[in-house]
């Protein structure tokens, strides 16, 4: 690909991304559906855009992998990454071993020798990094229980890469598919070493990888910083991927496990936001390459050519990795929203699927005429995970996960106290815990059944249970309490919470959490008298910062974000009443910013006698 050919390559895949990724994402369909709609479309069995090359993009895009990987390292600490080596080694080591004995079992049932059936089991075990890491951090879902524990077995098995590509040469049963192993994946520096010599290497680089890290990088980027030229410190991160990338292949490992580890050493720098802000980008087109290049590698002759064979294997492998992964799940403790989404987010084959078979087929493990439906398989797997993520999302966390209680049902409350706490998250715990060092101690309810067993390891009595359960509430004590604090992260369930105890406790006060002004106004739709945005304290003592800094007293910035306060609850309260009735909503709305911007312009014309002692910055200043 020379020349115009190259720049004509190049405009495909850009208008590609430009134009199919909006529109899925508009359509509700994820970024990695639409970059794989856009390589099938463009692939040489619908439009014919992509040919030949495309393998020698998918080699170019498969480098999006491994920076990927690197990132997610820095977003690692190696704090972080002992306290999952539970799942990693536990979770992860369950699912590749189950996996693999399963499916080498079933390939073995079906006519194969034991050497290939190991082999299939192996490869298939494996599922997509880059699918599955992208989907979830699109859906803010990496922080879940399942997301973590999808994080520790995809690391688990990346790192069983390696033995498996140790381990194919001796599964060898003579039918060769390619020139070797020699030409087809290049010689490394260990070739012709003793065993025993060749762990030493390995394990040297990985130790001088993880001691330059910590010692050797942080000067180095210092020095390159202090130039301040951005070009020339995104060239060094760029070399230091590529240049870790490059040895990992010469010494025979996976250069995503060696940038893995550059990235977990280099998570505590000071410049590993830095680093990660000039990867990005790289890594965010890299990786749409790699899904537009999968999307066109399907081979769709193949699949017209033996159909039932292809769907027969895609509906197996995606089947039987559900099934062991929902087992494992259950052992392991994921509650069953969790526990669906692990399996549904885990059940497909992976990138190292493509570069283990084609290794195998060149070392005489599996023929071609064997390994030929199995990439189809793997890779229309990988094409079908967003929407099973999808299904997952709309369909069974709405009806099968809402019917958690059945697994669990929920606790025995027995509640005397004042105050009854719906939502123990990031909002209801500091609201709990005021009230418990103010002397109010609070009932608790959560109905994440993960958070109620995560927070009862730190000593706290939670129950588990759906709050707006009229049977719940009283016997937490809803019959006597003063006061239910909301804090359910879920608009809808905070509304039909209020409005359940607006119908059987009116005696209770109420006091809701609210997203934003929408949930507000529904909120006090519901009969809510108190009810708190929650970002608007932190975005009022912001603002006041940002005042300070610019040269106003503090008293008059104190003063004029006390005012906006006061003057945004009451157009909300107003608003939520008089929208109903309104013809213009957004002219109703100007006139309350208009009132807004009068008010505070009287209150900036005002006495400002009483700023000085507001100013305590020149007490706080030692003296020179």
């Known amino acids: 690909m020379h020349g115009e050919d190259f720049f004509l390559q190049a405009f495909m895949y850009l208008a590609a991304t430009v134009v199919a990724v909006p529109v899925a994402k508009r359509l509700g369909l994820g970024s990695v559906l639409g970059y794989l709609i856009a390589g099938v479309l463009m692939g040489p069995y619908v439009l014919g855009l992509i040919g030949a090359e495309g393998q020698d993009v998918m080699h170019f895009a498969e480098f999006g992998v491994v920076m990927m990987l690197f990132v997610v390292g820095l977003e690692l600490e190696p704090s972080l990454l002992w306290r999952l080596r539970g799942p990693i080694l536990g979770l992860g080591g369950a699912q590749v071993f189950g996996t693999t004995a399963l499916v080498a079992a079933l390939a073995f049932f079906v006519g194969t020798s034991w050497q290939v059936a190991l082999a299939i089991g192996m490869i298939l075990a494996l599922s997509s990094t880059a699918i599955v890491l992208q989907t979830l951090n699109e859906k803010g879902l990496m922080k879940t229980h399942a997301g973590q524990s999808a994080f520790a077995v995809l690391l688990f098995q990346d790192i069983a890469v390696i033995p498996m590509l140790a381990l194919m040469p001796l599964l060898a049963t003579g039918h060769v598919g390619g020139e070797g192993h020699e030409s087809g994946q290049g010689a490394t520096f260990l070739s012709g070493l003793p065993s025993w010599m060749s762990t030493l290497v390995v394990l040297g680089v990985m130790g001088t990888l993880i001691g330059g890290g910590r010692f050797l990088l942080a000067p180095l980027f210092r020095f390159i910083a202090k130039a301040r030229l951005r070009e020339t410190f995104t060239a060094a991160a760029l070399l230091l991927v590529i240049g870790i990338a490059l040895l990992m292949t010469k010494i025979g490992l996976s250069p995503a496990l060696g940038t893995f580890v550059a990235g977990v050493v280099l998570a505590t720098s000071e410049y590993r936001h830095e680093l990660e802000a000039e990867i990005e980008p790289f890594k965010g087109l890299l990786l749409g390459l790699f899904f537009i290049a999968v999307g066109a590698s399907i081979d769709f002759g193949l699949v017209q050519s033996q159909p039932s064979t292809i769907l027969g294997l895609v509906g197996a492998l995606m089947l039987v990795k559900f099934a062991v992964l929902t087992l494992l799940a259950r052992i392991f403790k994921l509650g069953m929203d969790q526990n669906m989404l692990f399996s549904f987010s885990l059940a497909q084959g992976g990138e190292f699927c493509f570069v283990l078979f084609s290794f195998a087929s060149q070392n005489g493990v599996i023929p071609e005429s064997v390994s030929g439906p199995l990439v189809a398989s793997v890779a229309l797997s990988m094409a079908l995970t967003p929407l099973m993520m999808m299904f997952n999302e709309r369909v069974v966390q709405r009806r099968f996960g809402t019917q958690e209680s059945e697994v669990r049902p929920p606790d025995e409350v027995h509640g005397d106290n004042q105050v009854i706490v719906a939502g123990f998250g990031r909002v209801g715990q500091v609201v709990a815990r005021l009230l418990g060092s103010a002397g109010f101690e609070s009932t608790v309810l959560e109905i994440d059944s993960d958070q109620v067993d995560l927070v009862r390891k730190y000593g706290r009595r939670v129950y588990y249970g759906d709050a707006s359960r009229v049977d719940l509430l009283r016997s937490a004590g809803a019959d006597k309490a003063k006061l239910l604090v909301i ?116 209150e900036h014309e005002s006495d400002p006698s009483r700023e000085e002692g507001w100013d305590d910055e020149p007490l706080r200043t030692p003296k020179l």
Request: charged residues 35%; glycine residues 6%; hydrophobic residues 40%.
């Open 487 to 602: 804090a359910i992260d879920n608009e809808e369930k905070a509304k039909q919470l209020a409005l359940e105890v607006r119908a059987h406790f009116p005696h209770l006060a109420i006091v809701a959490r609210a997203r934003g002004r929408g949930d507000a106004y529904d909120l006090y739709d519901a009969g809510v008298e108190h009810v708190y945005r929650e970002t608007l304290d932190s975005s009022l003592r912001m603002g006041v910062a940002a005042l300070r800094i610019l040269g106003m007293r503090a008293y008059r910035a104190h003063r004029t974000a006390r005012s906006f306060r006061r003057h945004d609850e009451r157009v909300v309260r107003e608003t939520a009443r008089e929208r109903h009735g309104a013809e213009d909503l957004f002219t109703l709305m100007r006139g309350k910013s208009e009132d807004l911007a009068r008010v505070l312009k009287e």
